[in-house]
């Protein structure tokens, strides 16, 4: 999928015109071996971490220092600034892992010759190298921005549901509440 939407913007004589999933993993089995349909994945996996991990981690953080500071009420406005906070940090986090992956994942491996990239951290260098440290934040405006609605909800409905756990009480056996 991320070589199909990459082909577009590729000059023409560099294109794979794939015509559809089905031909895109076949050629790429075929020409690249069966490993070529997992090239990228464990910098997807490790790009999952950090946005999770990044974004939980900052939006209870965000929130309570909000809340201390009498920034605001604890409301709908308070996650809201969490959330969108939370997301930016996420994105900065996460977008050199992105770039890094995306890069990996679309590199045009010739059959017989060298890959452009022998891994992840090589690619990362020789980006750095080639465009300085900033081409790792190619494309951060718009990654923060995509997913800002969904953030904003999850976390919403996270933050719901921690309140309504806070608040169970566990009913033990030698308890005189009987249902």
Not at 92 to 114: C, F, H, L
Request: hydrophobic share 40%.
């Amino acid at each position: 999928m991320v070589r199909m939407q990459a082909d577009g913007r590729l000059p023409v004589s560099q294109r794979r015109n794939y015509t559809s999933v089905v031909d895109a993993i076949t050629r790429m089995s075929k020409q690249e071996g069966v490993t070529s349909l997992w090239r990228g994945s464990s910098l997807t996996v490790n790009r999952a971490m950090l946005v999770t991990a990044s974004q939980l981690a900052s939006y209870d953080q965000i929130k309570e220092t909000i809340l201390e500071n009498g920034l605001m009420k604890d409301g709908l406005g308070t996650h809201v600034a969490a959330s969108f906070s939370a997301g930016f940090v996420a994105s900065v986090a996460s977008n050199p892992v992105d770039v890094i992956k995306t890069r990996v994942m679309n590199m045009k491996v010739e059959p017989g010759q060298k890959p452009p990239y022998a891994g992840a951290l090589d690619c990362a260098i020789k980006t750095v190298k080639a465009e300085g440290p900033m081409a790792l934040y190619k494309g951060l405006y718009p990654q923060s921005q995509d997913r800002d609605h969904l953030r904003w909800c999850f976390l919403l409905l996270l933050n719901r549901s921690g309140n309504c756990s806070r608040n169970f009480k566990v009913l033990k056996d030698d308890d005189e509440n009987e249902f």
